[in-house]
């Protein structure tokens, strides 16, 4: 494994990694209902299974080149979509700094989609695996239900079980987002959040714990107003809000054949733990492991990042 280290980091990513995955990477616009998913995929030689890669809210595909640029070298074929609402995908506004979804289903529609497409062991010839982050390991929980045995094994980091609703009680989040919905104000940004402004994001309150590669995602942001999503509107708060019932029912829970390997940001301040902890306990074959890690556990510092893909990849096999 060749790993990017933190010192000389953005050199490394500039002048090694992007260049290696441009040489094995095509894009794709995928036809979805109402829109186009793009979707980066990458195929190195030698690729032994295929991986859908499920990033968070307000992220993208292309904030995870370093976790892609693991997975290629460990011989996965790599499909990343932008999630629709995010990066150069189907939006349903023009402020690119409004994250909005008419029904959180659609992303899970769309990771089917893409699963359908290209990730059937009968089409690829190959064993298919799951990895998704934040946001995604919601869209990942509810495509494990709706799709058992689709995968083998799944990883989802410090997956959106239960968002948190700060500086709300836990209660009111979705409370609050359904009564501005209910008052004609679905389509709006939510009051907790800002248009973007580069100058106010800092390492410093950022969720991750490296500042090389913060620093590295930052600039790529501050430069691409498609990769600016940094507010949801009341409608997305809401279905966000709504998650949670769907995937700690015990039935639905009891629908996932596939084993899961959840990992915990300890430090985390986004999502819920407790909630995490239950859908684990849910599960016919379900592990939990910690990790001394903000809520972007891919952009920690060089010791955890370490473990953390090594945990990964030991997984997936």
């Known amino acids: 494994m ?51 890669l499920l990033h968070g809210y307000t992220e993208s595909a292309e904030k995870f080149r370093e976790m892609i640029w693991y997975f290629t070298q460990a011989g996965f074929v790599v499909y990343a979509p932008d999630q629709r609402g995010h990066g150069r995908s ?10 909005d979804v008419e029904h959180f289903e659609d992303y899970v529609d769309d990771a089917e989609k893409i699963l359908d497409e290209w990730l059937q062991p009968e089409k690829t010839g190959k064993r298919s695996v799951l990895y998704a982050h934040s946001m ?5 929980g509810f495509l494990l239900m709706r799709r058992p045995g689709a995968f083998e094994r799944a990883v989802l980091t410090a997956p959106m079980i239960a968002p948190s609703s700060a ?48 620093a590295y995602y930052a600039k790529k942001r501050a430069e691409n107003r498609l990769l600016q999503n940094c507010s949801p509107t009341y409608r997305w708060a809401r279905e966000a809000a709504g998650v949670t019932r769907g995937l700690l029912d015990r039935r639905n829970l009891q629908k996932i054949k596939t084993p899961v390997l959840l990992i915990q940001a300890q430090r985390d301040t986004v999502v819920l733990l407790p909630e995490q902890q239950r859908f684990v306990d849910g599960l016919k074959d379900g592990k939990l492991v910690r990790c001394d890690a903000k809520h972007e556990i891919y952009l920690s510092e060089d010791g955890v990042l370490r473990l953390y893909v090594t945990e990964i990849l030991d997984f997936l096999g």
């Open 136 to 140: 995604g390991g919601a869209v990942a």
């Open 90 to 99: 189907t939006r349903l506004t023009e402020d690119t700094s409004i994250t």
């Open 167 to 214: 500086p709300l009680p836990k209660w009111a989040g979705g409370a609050v987002a359904g009564l501005m919905c209910r008052l004609g104000k679905a389509k709006e940004r939510a009051f907790i959040g800002k248009p973007y402004d580069a100058a106010s994001e800092t390492f410093e309150t950022s969720f991750a714990t490296s500042r090389a590669r913060f």
């Open 2 to 52: 060749i790993w990017v280290e933190e010192a000389g980091y953005r050199e490394t990513m500039e002048k090694t990694v992007e260049p290696a995955l441009a040489e094995i990477r095509r894009e794709v616009m995928l036809p979805v209902r109402d829109g186009r998913l793009h979707v980066e995929i990458y195929e190195p030689r030698q690729a032994r299974a295929a991986l859908l």
